[in-house]
């Protein structure tokens, strides 16, 4: 825990004033998931990003979407070999540990499902060979929801693979006072050092899966899901993967906490960050948050 603790810290002291979208940020990490970061320029989404990547020592890669990118600009290529009269595979960026994939939604739908199988399986297939990707892997993808030109959408089935999606907001006038004074956070970057290694994040990954979750919670989880789906408010609800996600982050929640249980403060606050990206009204004014937050006030916790 006291690596996790210099971790948390490290990322701090660049990106101030965020404990809690830090912590979910971790959260996900820790339960082999992936985050989008998704709010409007400037507020730090790919400082946080690159900040998560610096505080792990592992390996980083970071692209940078456009309209003309394309499947093979991510996941590589087989170029033939002529002293060997073969075809030999170039990996392309997206072998790596920590992948920062930036204003994803500037790809074409093509694109964007080239990362499909890797967030789901951590492997990609070209030319009907499977490639392993190395692990841990990390996606932290970044987007602006303000900006529509020269952007796509992402899809329900894109969507689904994040586990968490964090919108970080605008400092607090105290917190956003000591940005003007420090100056450029990039100086503050480039003097973090590595807090944790490969081996540190694949025992911590492995230390949550073994948090225990108990029969009532899991009654409540299904409860949820159940109570959702039938909303009549929503045209999709939240899908088996969501909520296989939503205990997996539960445990990372308690995790973090110090516990080798999960109580249910570990799962409310993860609703909303879970959940409502990966379901969609009926009327398309209307926010899922709202709906997520009604649905958690009429089911009843587990005392």
Known sequence: MNRLNGFFKAIASVFIGKEEVIRLAAVSLLARGHVLLEDV????????????????DLDFQRIQFTSDMMPADILGV?????????????????????????????????????????????RISLDRVQHVLPQ??????????????????LPESQLDRFTIRLSIG???PDEERLLLQSGDREAHLQAMHPVLSREDVLGMQAQVEGIRVAEKLTDYIQRLA???RRDPRLLLGPS???????ARCAR????????????????????LPVLAHRMIAR?????????????????????
């Open 41 to 56: 320029p400037g507020v730090g989404k790919t400082l946080l990003a690159r900040a998560l990547a610096r505080a792990l």
């Open 252 to 271: 990372a929640m308690a995790f973090v906490a110090g516990r080798d249980f999960v109580v249910p403060d570990d799962i409310r606050p993860l609703l």
């Open 226 to 228: 159940v109570t959702l």
């Open 136 to 153: 841990p892997f990390f996606v932290l993808a970044t987007q602006n929801p303000m900006e529509f030109a020269g952007t796509y959408p």
């Open 78 to 122: 087989n170029l033939f070999h002529q002293r060997r009269q073969e075809f030999q595979f170039v990996p392309g960026p997206i072998f790596t540990n920590v992948l920062l994939a930036d204003e994803i939604n500037r790809a074409a739908p093509k694109t964007q499902s080239a990362l499909l199988e890797a967030m789901q399986e951590g």
């Open 283 to 303: 009327d398309p004014s209307a926010a899922t948050g709202g709906i997520v937050e009604d649905i958690a006030e009429s089911v009843p916790i587990p005392l």
């Open 240 to 246: 088996p993967r969501a909520m296989i996600q939503l």
């Open 170 to 172: 605008y400092p607090a």
